[in-house]
């Protein structure tokens, strides 16, 4: 066993500083018989918990420890060039008090200190020094600087300081073992002589950046991609001067021959470091509860009103007595107050009109759920499971994750911050890694080469395949890797950085809630994204699954925006309320729009390929829907030509077994979603739910001996049921395969449903659907040019932009045809919409050019707004384009000048409405701009030729003889 310790390394989680894995360090520490490790990232303890449980599962003890950025002044001091170099601190956690101060420290260097780096001071390291341990840090710690600087004695008061801040015993002097640095010996040197006079006790460390030696050139590279240079750039960050890899025992006695105390003390720092961390509990946030109410109680006196909601005040037998046997599992695994705590923003949302989803995921399984809102979709009416959502002999945290209309998603967690307490909620934190394209064009990119050679290799590498795999399976790249000395060296590297992690983001949809403060579970930065008030965590969904708290996916679905705005303006066109949930699910209407594939919009079933089935399946009722969400997907996709010749009669269905027929019956012999593996399983095996989900989970790992071992389960079962052993193997050879990509029922379920919302308005509401639909995608160019195609196709114009029609979006005319929304033109900001709709709104359209200078507040319109509206079409009102263009400055000149005057009291208004001229605008006399003109005008401000096309004159011709983009596959 080693009598040393590495107790100063960087993991990847030193963003593009560090380059080992954590898999790679605690591989090589146990090769060379190292029993603890540290790691001290710099500021962050993204990789802490991580480390901790690989550590412990391989048998090295964890030390977790932060290589701090320490400001020369005050952490809140943030003046240009003073306070831009902060000193280097390491850190280490004797105990979880000094776990829990780390975690403080780091949460307030992100969210206090942040400047260009996160920063502490030693105001805040007194308030949290307990349970630590101090090193001095590298080159750029403190006592680094000062014995460079020949400060030899205010460096002996600072190493006092420091004692004094950690305690006797709990500060060390860093000597780092870089023998080939003249600035290292020099510091090791100035150390020493501290040690002798203060007796601080002297530590070794490595500052280990990368795994092995051979990883150096690598590294080098990491940095070139961290500073944005090239290997061959002069003056720039390379550690190239020395050996910063996980050096070996010898290794460092050798480099530090004079100081074996120094060794020793790594053993002995390592033996006070005994943090001992707890997973595996659920920690969920308080939830209020009524006076006399328990969380069971409670969510039972909820469940039972919804019920009677739901189903009537005279529920069937089989209803009561699965919400008893839901509300049963769900106290005897403790989620009872999840349940209320979801249910409570959900519902909090509906009542403020935000658009939420029936669902997502398997919590639609869940009658409780559906009974108290949280879901849309009836359980016992799909036969979706609850085992599926909660297995009771397999607990942990149930997972409910919900859709919001995505223009409104920000008000949802706003709601739950302000319900819970600022410091109980976060956003999560998700890693970018570089995957092996990318990890090619950054090599390539810091190696100098030229793009199109980097970019060529790049290409030949598959999406999805790692490096490895990509040389074993394209024989174009493994030629070009063994002939050319270029490409392997390229390919070399890459590969050394392939998965490594490139940045640190803001998960789309994740939030966090503790039932106290979270820096008491973790440490906490400012959000990247997204609702950046609100926190964001250092550890990702699986470490805050392992600490045991709640996380929930909150996410924004634009769909749903679109549902709500055309419900919106269905009611303002039409004066009717329509209610999602009393849609009928067998509208004509709406299948045989879904028939025809006219699926432009619709949520789910709008891809070429999607039409294509659709118009051979020519679904007639929900489960056609629902299950072709679940089978248009790798995989599955193959059943989808099995699953209409079922439908349509074409090929006679072989159920395999009698017990098969019920459940495979609605699709036509097919398994198609993973709840139909589990009832084969029960019905025909004997398993119960929660043993068959199981199964299904062990079949997803694709591990051959857990395969093997339910497969076995399975033909037992099934021969213990009556079944031969022949039949069992068939059926058994039948599911596995749909077990492993079979889709969740109550997944598609909730997205069928939003499909089927989404159809019904468009069938039965074409122009507001389609004006909603405009007005969602108006910042995307392709889809606005489909759209529009798809609005001519039902007959339905789409007008130009006009300051006296048009809105800031898309609008619905009287005629039912749609007029632009002013928001849709390029380089018109909300400013100049508002002022050009508060003036029309306030007295009517604009009679000319001139009421229009003098009603609409020109300080939000200048050259290039009044270039744009004119261009796009939207003032054609008031004359021709070209006249307008050429005199925009007059026009400009001309509305200053009338509205200055106007402010000054210059001009005298007969009636508050009245239009008083100073002067005649008039604009220069110019040929009319030809049509191929305004058309190239509308293509550059709208996107898409709106009063015409280029092509206009050859329609007959192109109608015979081309084919439209959108229905090539």
């Known amino acids: ?68 950025y320490i400001a020369p002044r005050r952490m809140v001091d943030k003046t240009a060039k003073i306070d831009t170099a902060p000193y280097h601190l390491t850190v280490l956690a004797k105990n979880n008090q000094g776990y829990l101060n780390l975690i403080q420290l780091v949460t307030q260097a992100h969210l206090i200190g942040y400047y260009y780096r996160p920063r502490i001071d030693k105001e805040l390291l007194k308030k949290y020094s307990k349970g630590l341990i101090a090193l001095s840090g590298c080159l750029q710690g403190e006592l680094s600087r000062l014995i460079l600087n020949k400060n030899f004695q205010e460096a002996k008061e600072k190493a006092k300081e420091y004692q004094e801040i950690f305690g006797t015993g709990n500060f060390y002097l860093e000597l780092q073992a870089h023998q080939n640095i003249n600035e290292q010996q020099e510091v090791n040197q100035g150390l020493a002589k501290l040690s002798e006079e203060t007796g601080i006790p002297l530590v070794a460390t490595a500052d280990v950046h990368y795994v092995d030696y051979e990883d150096r050139d690598a590294h080098d590279i990491l940095l070139c991609v961290q500073t944005n240079k090239t290997v061959k750039d002069e003056d720039r960050l390379s550690m190239l001067d020395d050996d910063y890899s996980l050096k070996t025992e010898l290794e460092m006695r050798k480099i530090l021959a004079d100081y074996p105390e120094a060794i020793k003390n790594t053993k002995k720092i390592a033996s006070q470091c005994n943090v001992d961390l707890k997973f595996g509990e659920s920690i969920l946030p308080h939830f209020e509860l009524p006076e006399g109410y328990t969380g069971k109680s409670y969510l039972e006196k909820l469940a039972y009103q919804g019920l009677k909601n739901r189903y009537g005040k005279h529920p069937k037998k089989e209803i009561v007595d699965r919400l008893k046997y839901e509300l049963e599992v769900i106290e005897k695994t403790g989620f009872a107050s999840y349940f209320l705590i979801v249910a409570d923003f959900v519902n909090w949302a509906k009542k403020q009109k935000i658009g939420v989803g029936p669902g997502r995921g398997s919590a639609a399984g869940s009658l409780v759920a559906y009974v108290l809102n949280i879901t849309n979709v009836d359980p016992l009416k799909y036969n979706l499971l609850f085992e599926r959502f909660l297995n009771p002999e397999r607990v942990s945290m149930p997972d409910i994750d919900l859709d919001f209309a995505d223009d409104r998603r920000p008000e949802v967690i706003r709601y739950i911050v302000k ?56 024989p174009e790249l493994r030629a070009e890797y063994e002939q050319n000395p270029d490409v392997k060296k390229l390919i070399d590297l890459a590969r050394k950085l392939e998965g490594v992690v490139r940045h640190a983001s803001t998960h789309a949809a994740g939030i966090v809630i503790g039932d106290k403060a979270l820096t008491n579970y973790l440490p906490l930065q400012k959000a990247t994204s997204g609702s950046e008030e609100i926190p964001l965590t250092q550890y990702s969904m ?33 004066n009717k309320k329509i209610d999602l949930d009393s849609l009928p699910q067998d509208d004509l209407l709406t299948f045989s729009l879904l028939s025809r594939a006219e699926t432009v919009g619709v949520f789910q079933l709008e891809s070429s390929g999607m039409q294509r089935y659709l118009k051979e399946l020519k679904p007639t009722n929900f489960e056609d829907i629902i299950s072709m969400v679940a089978l248009y997907r790798p995989g599955p996709m193959e059943s989808i030509p099995d699953f209409i010749s079922g439908k349509h009669g074409r090929k006679e269905i072989n159920y395999l077994h009698p017990k098969l027929k019920p459940i495979l019956e609605k699709t036509y012999g097919v398994i198609v979603t993973q709840e139909q593996v589990l009832q084969i399983a029960r019905d025909f095996a004997g398993f119960t739910y929660g043993e068959a989900d199981i ?34 193997k068939r059926v058994w050879d039948f599911i596995e395969p749909f077990a492993r990509y079979g889709f969740n029922k109550s997944h598609a379920a909730c997205y069928a449903l939003i499909a089927y919302w989404t159809a019904y308005l468009k069938a039965h509401y074409p122009s507001e659907y389609m004006s909603a639909l405009l007005t969602s995608d108006q910042n995307n160019i392709d889809r606005i040019a489909i759209e529009v195609n798809d609005c001519e196709r039902m007959g339905i114009s789409v007008l130009p932009p006009d300051v006296n029609e048009s809105f800031e979006n898309y609008t619905v005319l009287e005629d039912g045809n749609i007029r632009f929304g002013l928001g849709a033109i390029k380089n018109v900001g909300s400013g100049a919409i508002r002022s050009i709709v508060m003036a029309r709104k306030k007295a009517g359209p604009f009679k000319n050019l001139q009421e229009f200078c003098q009603r609409v507040d020109f300080t939000q319109i200048n050259k290039k707004v009044l270039e744009a509206l004119i261009k796009s079409g939207a003032m054609d009102a008031f004359g021709e384009r070209g006249q307008m263009l050429l005199g ?82």
Request: contains cysteine; hydrophobic residues 40%; positive net charge.
């Open 1 to 68: 066993m080693s009598d040393f310790v590495h107790l100063h390394v960087h993991s990847h989680y030193s963003l593009l500083d560090g380059l080992g894995k954590i898999d790679k360090l605690l591989e090589k520490a146990k090769i060379l018989g190292m029993d603890s490790l540290a790691i001290t990232d710099h500021g962050n303890m993204y990789g802490a918990i991580e480390f901790y449980q690989k550590a412990k599962k391989v048998g090295i003890k964890p030390i977790i420890g932060v290589e701090f």
């Open 419 to 474: 319900k819970y307490g600022h410091d109980k909620v976060a956003q999560i934190i998700t890693f970018g890694t570089m995957a092996a394209r990318n990890a090619v064009r950054d090599c390539g990119r810091a190696l100098g080469l030229a793009y199109s050679f980097v970019d060529r290799i790049a290409k030949m590498i598959p999406f999805n395949m790692n490096l490895e795999n990509s040389l074993k399976n394209v």
């Open 542 to 574: 699986y470490e805050l699954e392992e600490l045991g708290l709640l996380k929930i996916d909150i996410l924004g679905l634009a769909n749903l925006t679109i549902i709500q705005n055309a419900l919106k303006i269905i009611e303002k066109t039409q």
């Open 695 to 728: 199964l299904r989970k062990a079949v997803g790992k694709k591990i051959r001996k857990l395969l093997l071992e339910q497969r076995k389960k399975f033909i037992e079962g099934a021969v213990k049921q009556g079944h031969k052993k022949e039949i069992a």
């Open 888 to 969: 925009v400055e007059q026009i400009l000149k001309y509305a200053n000048n009338f509205q200055k005057r106007k402010r000054g009291g210059q001009i005298t208004l007969f009636g508050t409405e009245a239009v008083i001229a100073v002067e005649d605008l008039k604009l220069p006399d110019v040929e009319p701009v030809s049509n191929r003109q305004k058309l190239s005008w509308e293509k550059e401000l709208l996107g898409i030729y709106i009063s015409g096309h280029p092509l206009a004159d050859f329609s007959q011709y192109l109608e015979k003889n081309t084919t439209p983009i959108q229905s090539l596959d």
